[in-house]
């Protein structure tokens, strides 16, 4: 079963905006990943918030986590039509050390 | 450096064939895993090793066996391949097996058809 769900499952904007997307999960985690697919691609890997952190960035990333609600948001700022993927956030739980998949957002970003 | 790599890219089978997928990666990470994604889905974990010479099942492994083979390379195999079969396979490698886990890094993926 799918631990993270996320939320949107498709945003479309127009360049230079922000995208937001949203993940919750059920279990206790040790930490919350966010990771892109780009179109027949493999995932890469954009940023790891462990569960004592609340917040962090990365370039143009934003990352937040909050344990009590259990949810997480990754923000993207000044959008550019390359960030066009999907992004799929990934928790670790706390009883063991794999990594489960949310079903992911698609974003699109128009030029 | 190559990263992850894996063969084939693209392979279409018939109902009850066998077939080997193929992963190496060139990093020195000691664990490895086998994905399995469905369209509009997430990704599912079929089998990992946390370390050479350990395997373990993940969250789908029916219908599958691997094999870590060295340090680099973790093998998954279709013994008798059914059409719930289809999907994209990807591998992945992490550098460290801890209760924290770690990021991993994914090869491109394998396209499956079972016809």
């Known amino acids: 079963s799918q631990q993270g769900e996320e939320d949107p499952q498709a945003l479309s904007i127009q360049e230079g905006e922000n995208a937001t997307m949203n993940c919750s999960y059920k279990?206790?985690?040790?930490?919350l990943q966010w990771y892109r697919q780009n179109s027949g691609r493999g995932l890469v890997h954009l940023i790891l918030?462990?569960?004592?952190?609340r917040e962090k960035h990365s370039g143009r990333l934003r990352v937040t986590l909050d344990t009590s609600k259990k949810s997480s948001s990754l923000l993207i700022t000044a959008s550019r039509a390359a960030d066009t993927a999907s992004y799929f956030c990934?928790?670790?739980?706390?009883?063991?050390?794999?990594?489960?998949f949310g079903e992911g957002t698609q974003l699109t970003v128009n030029p | 450096n190559a990263g992850v790599t894996q063969t084939p890219k693209f392979q279409v089978l018939k109902t009850g064939q066998s077939m080997t997928l193929q992963c190496a990666q060139d990093?020195?990470?000691?664990?490895m895993y086998w994905y399995r994604q469905d369209p509009g889905m997430g990704l599912r974990l079929i089998y990992y090793s946390a370390s050479e010479g350990t395997t373990d099942k993940g969250e789908v492994p029916n219908g599958y066996n691997v094999s870590r083979l060295n340090k680099r390379e973790f093998s998954l195999r279709l013994e008798s391949a059914a059409p719930s079969q289809t999907s994209v396979y990807f591998c992945?490698?992490?550098?460290?097996?801890?209760?924290?886990?770690?990021?991993?890094?994914f090869g491109p993926g394998t396209r499956l058809t079972v016809l």
């Open positions: 990934a928790t670790v739980e706390t009883s063991g050390s794999r990594l489960t």
């Open positions: 279990t206790s985690i040790n930490n």
């Open positions: 918030i462990r569960s004592n952190e």
């Open positions: 992945a490698s992490s550098g460290l097996w801890s209760p924290e886990g770690d990021e991993q890094f």
């Open positions: 990093m020195n990470h000691n664990s």
